[in-house]
Nanobody, 123 residues
């Protein structure tokens, strides 16, 4: 599967953005999907993940209550709704897919990665 993230941009603190990740192919429903981010000089970190059918979701503690992951399997798309953005949310955001499942919170749990989309939150 090939993944393409979009929806990044410049937003003021307190604002919202919705990122989208579109997948090619007809097997999207077979993939658990995750979002990660990487800020300059920092390691890539887990944000959120969704199981194949979307019935189970997982979040990093620092985004609980602010970010929501969702997916539309009919559109081969997974979303990340980001509310109450903070300057520390500034990073390049990546979507990733896995057929294995289970290892949601680390990058090595994913087999496919899209190019990132940049999010900048100004104070």
């Amino acid at each position: 599967v090939q993944l393409q993230a979009s929806g990044g941009g410049l937003v003021q603190a307190g604002g919202t953005l919705r990122l989208s990740c579109s997948a090619s192919g007809r097997t999207f429903i077979s993939y658990g999907m995750g979002w990660f981010r990487q800020a300059p000089g920092k390691e890539r970190e887990f944000i959120a993940a969704s199981s194949r059918g979307g019935g189970s979701t997982y979040y990093a503690d620092y985004v609980k209550g602010r970010f929501t992951i969702s997916r539309e399997n009919a559109k081969n798309t997974v979303y990340l709704q980001m509310n109450s953005l903070k300057p520390e949310d500034t990073a390049v955001y990546y979507c990733a897919g896995t057929v294995r499942g289970g290892k949601w919170r680390t990058a090595d749990g994913y087999d496919h990665w899209g190019l990132g989309t940049e999010v900048t939150v100004s104070s």
